[in-house]
């Protein structure tokens, strides 16, 4: 039931680290989209 | 009780030695989840403590036990303490220890940022309770925030110093819950075994990616908002001072663009745990597993567009309060897709009744209850009648304790076996659950009558009228309190206790999905090749469609 092949699940890895920093960026996005519109808004 | 623990076990020599190396040094999903549950339980009954004191304070008319002002701390902390102390970090550890095995990875995609995300917790609690402590115990300070939860201003900046650590550990809280979002949504769309496509993951799994990106979209805004807080506080801007030229209602929206995605965040795991076992003790598979995903899906987009309803009494023009009704309402519609497609999966089949399910069914019929009066808050002349009245204080309690706890314990119950490989003590459990769903509906139903009768939520002292139902609340929340120390022991004797029964690989019978393939307790690295995943492995769809 199980393969020995884990070259694929080093490619993987490195693919959930690219949309781990994708995400990051989203979050840094929103919470400066959220202050320019306090500092804006004020 | 037959045991096949043929796989994995030569896995077991990896596991670090020494309580340092093995907790603090921890990057396995199953450790950190289970320090998650811990420090859940430890949470909740925290805030279970601070509770009681409500519950005691309010057993009866006048004053008693506690100042007014402690009793606003305790409502505020009580709060804060539970939904990102306990209901959110339970619902995370349940994520680390079942999404790995349940998609066929061999741990969370990222192992040292998931051991960040724990560790920051109990840093930030800390902060958060410290003020409290130091008063309680050294009576050092002003005490605890008493703003209440939602740390509306101008009210939570008169809190003194400890506005400042509420604000830092709120901050902590939520980079620990952004970092386990994007850990939980890389693992999903990244680390999934060949085979798993995304519409035959399960509902679990799919409910807790949708969670994510509800986490990732809605706590920076939180953060903005705690941090124009902390401006507004110490550094002489008036984001929401109205002599300065701000508006403390945009607080307001901005804080519930966050806190009702927030609520979504509560209950759509527990959404995923009870379409786990619902089928496992049906014994048939899930009815209209796309449309629970899409359910969920559409949950959560609408609880983006429903924020103003949490404020219909603050003044807003006549479209607003209209829209904000009728977008609030539509959540009904997909929510009442799943608990038609609960009843259906449940419809002819060969139903046991073990613990999990007892409070997978209550979690149906009391969350169903808890919908029923967000309906009738969400009809704008009736909200303002019941605005901040105890039927709001009933309705989120119905929603947050027999709905996202009972799934917590539903879950617990339905995994522990497979954690511990052991079977928990099945006649405790089912006293626990009997005893939990009496006293929690003696606790929280007359608040409904309270509410409607005018009873206004957040004070310590109450018109005498109200006294009897508030008795008889106060006997039930105790009930409750104790009744949740059996929980504690039997999680305590099923982890420890070797006499009791194995379990088995497939634990129940019914149970589908490749967690079940696992050895029960599970190896320490679950799948450190990805699995050929086969039909039968899969709790929906199959592999060649």
């Not at chain 2, 959110?88 to 990222?110: R, S, T």
């Not at chain 2, 949950?299 to 567009?305: E, G, K, N, T, V």
């Not at chain 2, 947050?400 to 522990?416: E, K, Q």
Request: glycine fraction near 8%; charge should be neutral; charged fraction near 10%.
């Amino acid at each position: 039931m199980i393969t020995t092949d884990r070259s694929e699940l080093d490619h993987r890895r490195a693919a959930a680290k690219l949309t781990a920093w994708i995400l990051a960026g989203v979050v840094f996005g929103i919470y400066g989209l959220f202050w320019m519109s306090g500092v804006l808004g004020s | 009780m037959a045991h096949d623990a043929s796989t994995h076990h030569d896995d077991h020599d990896h596991k670090p030695h020494g309580f340092v190396n093995r907790w603090l040094y921890a990057t396995n999903h199953k450790d950190i989840g289970t320090m998650y549950l811990v420090f859940s339980l430890v949470m909740f009954f925290l805030g279970g403590l601070m509770a009681m004191v409500i519950r005691g304070e309010l057993m009866f008319p006048g004053l008693q036990l506690i100042e007014p002002e402690f009793f606003n701390q305790m409502t505020t902390m009580h709060a804060l303490v539970m939904i990102f102390g306990a209901v959110m970090p339970a619902f995370v550890g349940l994520a680390n220890w079942m999404i790995p095995m349940m998609v066929g990875a061999p741990d969370m995609a990222l192992p040292r940022m998931n051991n960040w995300s724990f560790w920051i917790m109990p840093f930030a609690f800390t902060t958060l309770l410290l003020p409290l402590a130091l008063k309680v115990f050294f009576d050092i300070g002003g005490g605890g925030p008493a703003g209440g939860w939602t740390l509306y201003p101008p009210l939570s900046l008169q809190g003194g110093d400890s506005v400042a650590f509420t604000i830092f550990a709120v901050h902590m809280m939520g980079i620990s819950s952004i970092m386990g979002a994007i850990n939980i949504i890389a693992t999903i769309l990244n680390m999934r075994a060949p085979g798993m496509d995304l519409l035959k993951m399960p509902v679990f799994v799919w409910s807790w990616l949708i969670t994510a990106f509800l986490l990732i979209a809605v706590m920076p805004v939180l953060a903005g908002a705690v941090t124009m807080l902390l401006t507004d506080k110490f550094f002489g801007t008036t984001f929401f001072s109205a002599t300065g030229g701000g508006d403390p209602v945009m607080f307001q929206h901005i804080f519930w663009f966050f806190g009702h995605p927030e609520v979504y965040i509560m209950i759509l795991p527990a959404f995923g745990i009870v379409s786990e076992i619902i089928p496992t003790f049906s014994r048939k598979p899930l009815f209209g597993y796309k449309a629970m995903v899409y359910a969920i899906a559409s949950i959560a987009f609408l609880s983006f567009i429903v924020w103003a309803h949490h404020m219909f009494t603050v003044g807003m023009p006549l479209g607003g309060e209209l829209f904000f009704m009728y977008a609030t309402m539509l959540i009904a519609v997909p929510t009442g897709i799943k608990v038609f497609n609960w009843v259906f999966t449940m419809w002819k089949g060969s139903m046991t009744f073990e613990t999990p399910m007892l409070f997978a069914l209550a979690f149906v019929i009391l969350f169903s209850i808890g919908g029923f009066s967000g309906l009738m808050l969400a009809i704008v002349p009736a909200d303002f009648q019941y605005h901040d009245t105890y039927f709001v204080v009933a309705h989120f309690h119905y929603v947050l304790v027999t709905g996202a706890i009972f799934s917590v314990m539903a879950a617990v119950y339905y995994w522990l076996p497979k954690w511990t490989g052991r079977m928990y003590n099945e006649r405790l459990g089912k006293i626990h659950f009997w005893a939990s769903a009496i006293s929690v509906n003696v606790l929280f139903f007359p608040q409904h009558f309270l509410g409607l009768a005018g009873m206004p939520r957040r004070i310590p002292d109450y018109n005498v009228a109200f006294a009897d139902w508030n008795l008889v609340s106060s006997l039930g929340g105790f009930a409750f309190g104790l009744t949740q120390l059996l929980f504690a022991y039997i999680v305590w004797d099923c982890s420890r206790n070797k006499s009791l029964a194995k379990a088995t690989d497939q634990v129940w019978e019914g149970a589908h999905g490749l967690e079940w393939t696992l050895s029960s307790p599970p190896p320490y690295h679950s799948f450190t090749t990805p699995p050929v995943i086969t039909d039968s492995m899969l709790a929906h769809g199959n592999v060649a469609h």
